[in-house]
């Protein structure tokens, strides 16, 4: 099926994003939304201000990103489409958290929770487990945050979601190594590893690659963590994701360094090439003092 004007430009967009250019990228989501509201999409309108305000939250924008959101919760409550809006609903949540209001971030989330319920979506109510967990893992109590992501893998598992899975699996992995639990930690990413592949996410069987590269390294498997480490930047590179390239990178060359000198200093200056294309100059400076 030929692809709507919105559409392509939320492809644009969502490239510009991933290559760093958020301002350009910014501008494309709201070209596209101008664009789907022109045609009468309002699907392809509240998705545009959906990833807009992603990408707001992502840049500090927490204001910005609330207006994005409550546009795009006006158009599927228009459409009547709740798990939409719970969404919405749970994304208003952690920048709650974020701002440090822990309060209003459990009223969304639990406002959120008796939507997707109502819904019946397991999925949905898994991810309000997750982001639950992110709150407990935030406050250092590790062991809560386990029990919550341990919650949100069964719900993904009786919803047969394998990203929802995978997802569970890596930050369940990231707070193992906290605990300085590295051999749970390897096994969570590494099972993680096998699910993003299994549902094509490139970027998040990059990012467990990278969290088993660490896991690795901390229980003294050098050989280990150079092939998880070498294979994250690899599929970051191939996936257009130039910030986490460079910080892979820089965490390769300093792997290799002591036994791959000028392979190590080669990595380095193509990490402090990608920080300096993104305006980076100060990461790009650590990175060439590598070797």
């Given amino acids: 099926m030929t692809k709507t004007t919105a559409e392509r ?12 250019e958020r301002q350009r990228a910014a501008e494309a989501f709201r070209r596209a939304r101008l664009q789907a509201h022109q045609d009468g999409d309002a699907a392809a309108e509240a998705q545009s201000l959906l990833m807009l305000g992603d990408l707001e939250a992502e840049s500090g924008l927490h204001a910005h990103a609330r207006e994005a959101y409550a546009d795009a919760r006006s158009l599927l409550s228009a459409g009547g489409d709740g798990r939409g809006q719970a969404a919405i609903l749970v994304r208003l949540g952690a920048l709650a958290w974020r701002d440090g209001q822990e309060k209003d971030a459990r009223q969304l989330y639990d406002s959120a929770r008796e939507m997707f319920d109502g ?28 029990e919550h992501y ?9 919803n047969n979601d394998t ?32 699910l993003y592949r299994e549902a094509g996410d490139a970027l998040g069987e ?9 896991a690795l390294q ?5 050989a280990g963590a150079r092939d998880a480490l070498n294979a994250a930047r690899h599929l970051f590179a191939a996936s257009g994701d130039l910030r986490s390239e460079a910080e892979t ?26 920080f300096r294309r993104m305006g980076d100059d100060g990461r790009a400076a650590e990175a060439e003092a590598i070797g």
Avoid: P
Wanted: net charge neutral.
């Fill in 218 to 222: 901390e229980m003294g498997d050098h």
């Fill in 9 to 20: 430009t939320l492809d644009e967009a969502e490239s510009l994003w991933l290559a760093g």
């Fill in 163 to 194: 990203l929802g899975q995978a997802n569970a699996l890596k930050v369940a992995g990231g707070v193992r190594r906290r605990l300085g639990q590295a051999d749970k930690a390897q096994a969570a990413f590494a099972e993680a590893v096998d």
């Fill in 150 to 158: 341990g919650e949100a893998l069964a719900l993904y598992r009786r």
């Fill in 206 to 214: 990059a990012a467990a690659r990278r969290g088993q590269g660490h």
């Fill in 119 to 146: 819904a019946g979506d397991l999925s949905g109510l898994a991810h309000v487990a997750k982001r639950l967990g992110h709150i407990e893992r935030d406050c250092g109590r590790h062991d809560l945050a386990l």
């Fill in 249 to 274: 990178l820089v965490e390769f060359a300093r792997l290799i360094a002591a036994t791959e000198s000028a392979a190590a200093r080669r990595h380095a200056r193509h990490a402090a090439d990608l």
